[in-house]
């Protein structure tokens, strides 16, 4: 299981903002190791959100983003007690989901 | 029908087939919607008609607010924000880099047009920001140069 992410939720003004940290490698399969062999890919691909119990955010990702991703969205709604979930699958199959209240 | 029935039909009817219908998600999206043609493209106009995009026109009404400079080229912060009404997808593109698209953020109805994220950039280039709006794309481009590599991750 891969290790959690770091999410915070916060409300004004009527827009929740949402910051995550998430713990992945983001491997590109360019690069090459001390022997000279391709390192193979391993990257997030799709990340999602809810608030409460309803998608808000749909994304793709490619290779192209940073090791270790940060992400920051607004969503439309949302106040103090809701709950916001993100989950993330990569390209092996592998997913995390994590869930925080909105300050 | 309980709560618990409703909210899940809702989930598996209305809500999915309003999204497939306003062109937010793709049919048959369930972590399939991952277009590997458009993350494989070694071009802006390879993986935008990758995407089923048409050629952008620039807009002043998107916007990509990062650095000039990026010291370490792993890690370059870039926000992206769309002022076009109706903005239903911003796609971000890195055109040096060996696969040029970075990431597709579906904008729904309740998201607000505002993302940022952090990508790597193997050298000095051009950020292409490409909206999704009523149909229509519009672009904004932001050179980044890089001070060091950051193919290594």
């Avoid at chain 1, 409460?52 to 969205?73: C, E, H, L, R």
């Avoid at chain 2, 952090?118 to 904004?140: E, P």
Wanted: charged letters at 20%; one cysteine or more.
């Amino acid at each position: 299981m891969a290790n959690p992410m770091r999410i915070r939720a916060a409300s004004k003004d009527g827009i929740t903002e949402v910051r995550i940290l998430m713990n992945h490698e983001m491997e590109t399969g360019q690069r090459r190791d001390a022997s000279g062999a391709l390192v193979p890919a391993w990257f997030i691909q799709d990340v999602s959100a809810k608030l409460n119990d309803q998608i808000v955010m749909t994304s793709q990702w490619g290779p192209s983003i940073a090791k270790n991703p940060y992400f920051a969205f607004k969503i439309k709604g949302g106040k103090t007690g809701d709950t916001v979930s993100v989950t993330w699958v990569d390209n092996r199959g592998d997913t995390r989901t994590d869930t925080v209240k909105v300050t | 029908m309980g709560e618990m029935n409703r909210r899940q039909a809702l989930r598996a009817g209305g809500l999915f087939t309003a999204f497939v219908a306003a062109g937010l998600l793709p049919a048959g999206w369930a972590r399939a919607a991952w277009n590997k043609a458009a993350f494989e493209g070694k071009s802006i106009q390879e993986a935008l008609g990758a995407l089923g995009a048409t050629a952008p026109g620039d807009s002043d009404a998107v916007q990509i607010i990062a650095s000039d400079i990026a010291e370490n080229g792993a890690v370059v912060p870039v926000q992206i924000v769309s002022r076009v009404p109706g903005t239903t997808q911003i796609v971000l593109f890195v055109e040096k880099n060996p696969n040029v698209l970075a990431g597709v953020f579906d904008v729904g109805p309740d998201i607000v047009a505002d993302v940022t994220t952090r990508i790597k950039m193997m050298q000095t280039s051009n950020v292409v920001a490409v909206v999704k709006a009523d149909g229509k794309f519009l672009a904004a481009t932001k050179e980044i140069k890089v001070t060091l590599g950051g193919c290594g991750g």
